[in-house]
């Protein structure tokens, strides 16, 4: 039963990066192209953090939160959850 609660959190972590993520790029009328290429990282990838297939790495995370304007806080509530430390 821990073991779904820990995934749980895991995948609420990760829907709401790919909501925020998906809400600030559209705030600023960029593409998943304009965005990839601002972050440094495939298109692709920004389609599957933007669909929740995938964990972003905390590196990532930092580079979206600067190409926002935004804290990594603002993007991960608790990086614990994602990444078992900080």
Same mark, same amino acid.
């Given at each position: 039963m821990y073991?779904?609660?820990i995934e749980?959190? =895991?995948q609420a972590q990760i829907d709401s990066i790919s909501k925020k993520v998906? =809400?600030?790029r559209c705030e600023h009328l960029w593409t998943q192209a304009e965005l990839a290429e601002q972050v440094g990282i495939g298109r692709a990838t920004v389609a599957r953090i933007?669909?929740?297939k995938c964990?972003?790495?905390?590196?990532t995370i930092r580079n979206l939160?600067?190409?926002f304007g935004v804290s990594t806080q603002e993007l991960v509530t608790d990086?614990?959850?994602l990444w078992g430390h900080t």
């Open positions: 073991h779904i609660t749980t959190s =895991k998906r =809400k600030l933007e669909t929740g964990v972003p790495r905390m590196t939160a600067e190409v990086p614990e959850v």
